[in-house]
């Protein structure tokens, strides 16, 4: 008698059915897409960017390299006006918003900046002041902070020490920059869930003000940045903060040189790498190898090339642009603000939006608590975790990117971008303008337009295809993996292998296999993430130096090696359950009945929990 074929009838088990059938299809499709799809493109990201985050450094050396001499004439005293942590207020404010400080550095580049303002949007609620003067101190060291950087610090009407603390920010460093200024969101908004989006929408409102001309707007570059008082629990006085964000002065300087010379500036979203270099080695292995996952993510799609190209926390986009699209969501499908801007931009512009790469990583800060031992352990653990949840109740966005979708497929009679600008000056008011309970920002015929071409509003399905696939495994994937996983396990130990249809044992050992090579590809990743950290952390400490920021940022440059952090590749299959299946599970059934989420810095809940530990110790 010959072989047995598992598709034919069995002896002793009976045809696969269906459920099965599909079961074995949507495993093994899985497994494919986490296992060798994903750490495959993961490693060959890294591995790219590594060489373009060295190339964007030269290449800024050649943009600024024309004014190396006659900056090196500049006196000693103008330099440190400039770098210096806190700046004196003695010099006189801007005539306007949109005047030039007439000085030395300023005149020498002038040609750099070429009248392109970088609105500098910086949201913060409840942050300690150190925090935020530590971020402006970076942006004031930058070389075209006092041509080209308006900085507007985004506050929250609800921190009772928002206005003073902006205050006394704008009095320390007002002379350091083109202009700054603050905004304060009030909490009551009628439809808006509190969050960064709603706060950068109002900030983006109000400093709309300042902009009233076409060409103006054409210039203005919007830079959301990302300062949440998350980061770090301050467990006594002597401790010092730090903020979530730093950007090199070589974003802004590359930034301007493409906003410049790319025709279709004005219709684009410029994405930023991020890195955790900053107290990663303060931190315990399970929060430090999560966050080298949440980077990887986000490098993932960066590469060049690749059709979607998503930001992750740090972004700029176009003015007109963000006016396109009618600015920011402030809904609760936004709470991913940096991912909903992105597919808003998408799905407005029917797939025109441009995306560049801006190869100069941001530097990030990991959750850390001061708290020593098993208490200081289970906070940083705890406060990872509620940070994973906030990213993965994002998932909304995934809803929101098909409901857009299928409206693109079946409402024809929408109104197209191309329509959009055809339409008349005065009909051309955003509809987040309209809706403002401001009064009336600008002429309506100032607004400027977007160049997007009549011609390809359609959406390319292959970039659709690739879009939703994103989306796929940034919020279902590890929920679905460890379902089938658990649905495996399950099924042998209860069933027994003698008991299960071979195609479905031959399904279970495949996707074992493929989970080893998994494994051993995320371990590749890790291995050459160790190549992209070191380069990204020698370049940010060179330029602190250069700017005379180093002394007072000692302990903010993490150095990783082999020996030191070797048990952050034994966390990595506890840290896939840990920060990526569970908050996934948790935000997906909460989905089922509410789309909000209690929104509020982590540092708050977290100091509580340490007062209760306190107390409870106290007791014993």
Same mark, same amino acid.
């Given at each position: 008698?010959?072989?047995?074929k ?6 002793n088990?009976?045809?696969l059915?269906p ?48 004014y ?15 770098i ?6 003695s010099? /006189? ?16 580049f002038e040609e750099?900046?070429? /009248? ?10 409840k ?22 950087y308006?900085?507007?610090? &985004?506050?929250?009407?609800? !921190? ?9 920010l ?23 869930v509190?969050?960064?989006?709603? #706060? ?7 400093l ?16 959301v ?7 770090r ?5 002597? #401790?010092?903060?730090?903020a ?5 002065s ?31 080695h ?5 929060v430090?190898a999560?966050?080298?996952?949440w ?6 799609g960066?590469y060049?090339g ?5 930001p992750?926390?740090?972004y700029s ?12 969501d ?5 709470i991913?603000?940096?991912m ?10 029917k ?8 190869y100069s990583?941001a530097?990030?800060?990991?959750v850390?608590?001061?708290?020593? $031992?098993i208490r ?11 940070q ?5 109740? $994002? ?12 409206e693109?497929l ?6 197209s971008?191309?329509?959009?600008? &055809?339409s008349?000056p005065?009909?051309?008011?955003? %509809?987040?303008?309209k809706?403002?309970n401001?009064t009336?920002?600008?002429?309506? #015929?100032?607004y400027?337009?977007?160049?997007l071409?009549?011609? %390809? +509003? ?9 879009l ?22 399950i ?9 299960i ?7 279970f /050992?495949?996707?074992?296999t ?31 130096? +250069? ?5 007072d ?9 082999l020996?030191?952090?070797?048990? !952050?590749?034994? &966390? ?8 990526g299946t569970?908050?996934?599970?948790v935000?997906?059934?909460s989905?089922?009945?509410?789309d ?9 809940p ?5 007062e209760?530990?306190?107390? +409870?110790v106290?007791?014993?």
């Open positions: 008698m010959g072989a047995h598992f598709w034919e009838k069995p002896y088990w009976t045809y059915d459920w099965q059938i599909i079961y074995i299809i949507y495993s093994v499709g899985a497994h494919i897409c986490a296992c060798i799809l994903f750490p495959s493109r993961l490693i060959w990201s890294v591995w790219h960017m590594v060489e373009e985050v060295r190339a964007a450094k030269y290449e800024a050396a050649e943009v600024t390299r024309p190396a001499e006659s900056e090196a004439s500049s006196s000693v005293d103008d330099k440190a006006s400039l210096s942590l806190t700046p004196t207020a010099s /006189s404010t801007p005539d306007g918003p949109l005047s030039r400080v007439g000085t030395p550095r300023a005149s020498k750099v900046a070429d /009248s392109v303002i970088h609105a500098v949007i910086l949201p913060s609620y942050e300690d002041l150190d925090t935020l003067k530590e971020t402006v101190s970076v942006l004031a060291s930058h070389v075209l902070a006092r041509s080209s308006d900085l507007y610090l &985004a506050m929250e009407q609800r !921190d009772p020490d928002a206005q003073s603390m902006a205050e006394s704008i009095s320390s460093f007002k002379d350091s920059f083109h202009n700054m200024s603050y905004t304060l969101h009030p909490g009551d908004i009628e439809g808006e509190a969050g960064k989006s709603s #706060n950068v929408s109002w900030a983006a409102r109000q709309s003000h300042n902009y009233v001309d076409t060409e103006s707007r054409r210039n203005c570059v919007i830079t940045m990302d300062c949440k008082f998350m980061n629990l301050r467990t006594s006085q002597t #401790n010092k903060q730090t979530d964000t730093h950007l090199s070589n974003y802004f300087l590359l930034l301007t040189k493409s906003h410049r010379e790319d025709p279709n500036a004005d219709s684009t979203l410029y994405c930023v790498p991020i890195i955790f270099d900053r107290n990663a303060l931190v315990n292995p399970f430090r999560a966050d080298i996952f980077c990887g993510a986000g490098l993932s960066l060049r690749s059709t979607v190209q998503i992750t926390s740090v986009i176009a003015m007109t642009l963000a006016e396109t699209v009618g600015g920011w402030t809904g609760p499908e936004s991913g603000e940096d909903h801007m992105f597919l808003k931009t998408y799905f407005k512009t797939g025109q939006v441009q995306t560049k790469v801006i990583p530097s990030q800060s990991n850390y608590s001061d708290v020593k $031992g200081g352990l289970f906070l940083n653990v705890y406060s990872r975790y509620k994973a949840l906030r990213h993965m109740w $994002g998932s909304l966005d995934s809803g929101y990117a098909v409901q857009k979708g299928l693109a079946f409402r024809h009679n929408e109104e971008p191309a329509q959009w600008l &055809a008349r005065e009909d051309r008011v955003p %509809r987040w303008v809706d403002s401001l009336h920002f600008t002429p309506p #015929n100032m400027g337009e977007s160049r071409d009549p011609e %390809r +509003a359609r959406f390319s399905k292959l970039n659709l295809v690739a939703y696939h994103r989306l796929y495994e940034a919020h279902f994937l590890p929920a679905h993996l460890t379902v089938a996983l658990i649905a495996e396990v099924c042998t130990s209860l069933v027994g292998p003698s008991m249809h071979p195609a479905l044992m031959s399904a /050992s495949f996707c074992g493929l989970r080893l090579i998994g494994f051993c590809a995320t371990a590749c990743f890790v291995y050459f993430y160790e190549t992209y950290h070191l380069v990204c952390v020698r370049n940010r400490e060179e330029e602190m130096k +250069a700017a005379g920021l180093w002394e940022m000692q302990d903010n440059f993490s150095y990783r090696s020996r030191k952090n070797w048990f !952050d590749y034994c &966390a990595l299959p506890v840290n896939g359950t840990l920060y569970a908050p996934a599970i935000a997906e059934f989905h089922l009945w509410t909000q989420i209690v929104y509020q810095v982590s540092a708050k977290l100091k509580k929990l340490a209760r530990f306190e107390r +409870a106290s007791l014993a």
